[in-house]
């Protein structure tokens, strides 16, 4: 009887041992990609503490969603970084982006900047007070680019851009700490219903994008289909 049983679990350990290798198979031809923490043209203490590190996350999600490439992530991809912050605050040069490439081990370096994340006035003519005459409102804006550099030469190979409007809440004066809180709340639901949006929009178009395929790689099509 218990060589029986032995017997029946053979064909299921062949077959997770055939997954795995599958997966590993797929693993080793699949381009390999690193999300990179999105940087800001401007001074913004929440997307610095919490915005940048959700954005990240949203792209590493549709990235991974995909199963077109071999994702970096965690500790894999923090503790190269370590003292690399000069990296992400500017743009990535193409030398920086190699060694960068090398140091993570993968094929594209994915890089974002938050553009605008305030209010913006609009153009003379869009709206008339009551007066009668043309006068300039004020409406809040969030503008995010992307951009993907291959890490053999660090040249940029796609790149795309969302905009998106929305309105921003006043906070009361009651204490320096009190309206500082306030405001990262604000900041906190106007990412989620503003600039999220535009987050979520551009990471889709980035998973599907037809990126050139790097030497010893399959298309992420190709290693995509090895784990279907």
């Not at 503490?49 to 970096?72: I, M, N, P, T, Y």
């Not at 500790?75 to 970084?81: F, I, R, T, W």
């Not at 609009?122 to 004020?138: D, H, I, N």
């Not at 219903?193 to 987050?199: A, D, G, I, K, N």
Request: hydrophobic share 45%.
């Amino acid at each position: 009887m218990i060589r029986h049983r032995a017997w029946c679990l053979l064909p299921l350990t062949l077959l997770v041992f055939s997954s795995e290798r599958l997966v590993g198979e797929a693993d080793a031809v699949r381009p390999g990609v690193a999300v990179l923490e999105a940087g800001a043209t401007f001074e913004n203490s929440w997307w610095v503490v919490e915005g940048a590190v959700l954005a990240q996350a949203v792209f590493e999600a549709a990235l991974d969603e995909s199963d077109r490439f071999r994702l970096v992530t965690g500790d894999e991809l923090s503790d190269p970084l370590e003292g690399q912050k000069i990296w992400l605050s500017r743009e990535i040069s193409p030398a920086n982006a190699v060694r960068l490439g090398r140091r993570l081990g993968v094929d594209y370096l994915v890089t974002g900047t938050l553009q605008q994340f305030g209010m913006s006035r609009r153009r003379p003519g869009e709206k008339k007070g009551k007066s009668g005459k043309v006068g300039l409102t004020k409406t809040f804006v969030v503008t995010f680019t992307v951009r993907v550099l291959d890490a053999a030469d660090g040249s940029l190979i796609w790149a795309s851009e969302g905009s998106a409007e929305g309105e921003r809440q006043k906070t009361r004066a009651r204490g320096e700490e009190e309206d500082s809180a306030a405001e990262a709340a604000e900041d906190r639901r106007l990412y989620e219903t503003v600039l999220l949006p535009v987050l979520e929009r551009l990471a889709t178009d980035l998973a599907l994008a037809q990126l050139p395929t790097p030497a010893g790689s399959a298309t992420p099509d190709e290693a995509a289909s090895l784990v279907e």
